[in-house]
């Protein structure tokens, strides 16, 4: 019998056993790009996207990780990059039970692999989380995504379902209310105003909301990027191209990640209004950076 490597032999019983090989997923920016415009567009042009996204790294490491998928994937990830994650505050984290984690989002990636890796070990995998629709294309993730920005009417309905049933099966629920990662607002980096759902999900499912803060930041370059942009008044979130090239600096990094004491769903009356809730919760996450 012929040598094979070891990435081929599993390749090679698939195929014996009348499987179909797994393909790993392949970033492909140019083909991505010409897909969508007519436009004569430069190869080196490509070539500085595909060193700013990492394209090489992305596609060794799919290629080195066939088949692996949901927290298999994220740990794998997390080792990758020698991530390490100081935890405070655990001991908030009820051992049962189903909640709401509503954390602030300094990273836009990164925070939310550790987030689901903590959260994940903690209830045997039971963890599920809003992504933008653009990131159900990383298929090894997908068993933990709950895509979000869909469109109107069929789609929509389908979304409501989908995370009716999440609550329904007693997953955990892990939400970034910001929406988008965190930017240099007024002098500090923080989140902008956070967003309703997760009070009225709170409420509507008897559940309660456990606040998270993650301590991390971007680069300077990043928040720099970001005020110039709105400056000209560009809407293309331009510097967000830069996220993967801002994981890739984080390798090595300890992440301190703070979880604060379960805040009952009745606490959210009508005193406030969910959007007033929503920004109380947002508060009560920055108070606990000094914890």
């Known amino acids: 019998m012929p040598h094979f490597s070891q990435k081929k032999k599993d390749k090679f019983v698939l195929i014996m056993e009348g499987q179909t090989p797994v393909k790993p997923i392949k970033i492909d920016v140019e083909k991505v790009i010409r897909s969508k415009t007519n436009k004569k ?7 500085i996207v595909e060193k700013i996204i990492h394209q090489q790294e992305f596609n060794t490491f799919f290629e080195n990780h066939i088949g692996v998928e949901g927290l298999d994937f994220v740990n794998a990830a997390l080792d990758y990059l020698n991530v390490k994650i100081d935890i405070k505050g655990e001991e908030n984290i009820p051992s049962e039970g189903e909640f709401i984690f509503a954390s602030n989002h300094p990273l836009g990636g990164l925070d939310g ?55 329904d099966t007693k997953q955990q629920f892990l939400i970034f209310p910001a929406g988008i990662c965190s930017r240099k607002i007024k002098g500090e980096i923080q989140d902008y105003a956070w967003k309703k759902t997760f009070i009225s999900k709170a409420k509507e499912y008897h559940r309660a909301v456990i606040p998270v803060y993650f301590e991390a930041k971007n680069s300077r370059f990043f928040y720099n990027l970001s005020q110039i942009r709105n400056a000209l008044g560009i809407k293309f979130n331009i510097e967000m191209i830069f996220l993967p090239h801002e994981m890739f600096r984080q390798k090595g990094n300890t992440f301190t990640v703070t979880f604060g004491k379960p ?29």
């Open 113 to 167: 692999l550790t987030m689901a890796s903590i959260i994940g070990k903690h209830f045997d995998g039971r963890i599920k989380f809003l992504v933008n629709n653009f990131l159900m294309q990383l298929t090894p993730l997908t068993p933990l995504f709950i895509p979000i920005n869909v469109g109107g009417g069929r789609q929509e309905r389908e979304l409501k379902d989908h995370i009716q049933n999440i609550f």
């Open 41 to 47: 567009i430069p190869r080196f042009v490509f070539r």
């Open 263 to 291: 805040i009952p769903y009745e606490t959210f009356d009508d005193t406030k209004t969910q959007y007033q809730w929503a920004q109380y919760v947002r508060e009560l996450v920055y108070d606990m950076k000094n914890l």
